[in-house]
């Protein structure tokens, strides 16, 4: 159907998201910051971003919690620009009215998905609710690199899939071209996907130390058991009744005990390192704080191991990296050590139980849990280097 000023529609998921034609090399709409000088554009043809190229980014779902962090990480990035948001419910709305802490921020104003213009956009993060996301990234144009923050494309069974989320999956073809976005354990397919599926917080922060001790065969793969504590922002932002304050002030609340959504994620990473099946035993609960996560697992090492070659094999596996920390000695990792950072600080205990060990890991869960991560696979993506933009300290107090 033709627009205005030569735009088109394409279908997308029972939407019409709209292009507009090209005048040579750019768009007809082109939005320069005012906070810099304007750039060359990346080109989509081109295998990797140069330096000073300007990557312009889209970002769906952009007026919940993973959304303005994304804002707020790309504040720092000097290679992308955010061109496009959008947010059905704030439509026509300026995002600094919707998030005040971002109001310095030169940004477009949102956008109902229908309206999108992806014509001067060269990726998209995608923070849309689990189950929206398959159809309006089934509806993309091609050339898109797209970092999916929902659990859309994370379990590669789309019966699985099926079975865990209560429907069929809605874009099964998306779903063979997918890549998980476990940065430092799949890096290198990261670096050539074009649709990465952004981990879970809760499997980011299980993941992390033990898929390195599956693979190198010094934890058993029975009686796995993992205690698991999120802040309330992992519930997202939407109004309901058990995150009201005074639901969950002054407590601890256990949930999804029988069977927790993040589960097969956890073994189908888990059992990938095994290369047998791997099945966990997994609590989650919600402490009354804003952000963070912990993550506490209850390991049996394989006979003749230690916890010094568990803490060893770790160091070596992680020692190079700039985001996964093994802390020293005895230092226990804690959540307030890692807030706003993209860190996963970890470090292993020996059970008072002969031949078990404990190991905890923490992190942001809205930044190496979700958009921080995000952040870093995007980079891989382009071809710029992993940490730009990511490079905030945590905060404390």
Known sequence: ISGVLGSTFKPCGGFKLKTTTKVGRSSVCVRVSIASSPQKQYSPKTSAVKSGEEVRIAVLGASGYTGAEIVRLLANHPQFRITVMTADRKAGEQFGSVFPHLITQDLPNLVAIKDADFSDVDAVFCCLPHGTTQEIIKGLPQQLKIVDLSADFRLRNINEYAEWYGHAHRAPELQEEAVYGLTEVLRDEIRNARLVANPGCYPTSIQLPLVPLIKAKLIKLSNIIIDAKSGVTGAGRGAKEANLYTEIAEGIHAYGIKGHRHVPEVEQGLSEAAESKVTISFTPNLICMKRGMQSTMFVEMAPGVTVSDLYQHLKSTYEG?????????????????????????????????????????????????????AVQNLNLMMGLPENMGLQYQPLFP
């Open 321 to 373: 990296e700039e985001f996964v920390k093994l802390l020293n000695g005895s230092n226990v990792p804690h959540t307030r050590h890692v807030v706003g950072s993209n860190y996963c600080f970890m470090n292993v205990f020996e059970d008072r139980i002969p031949g078990r060990a404990i190991i905890i890991s923490v992190i942001d869960n809205l930044v190496k849990g979700a958009s921080g991560q």
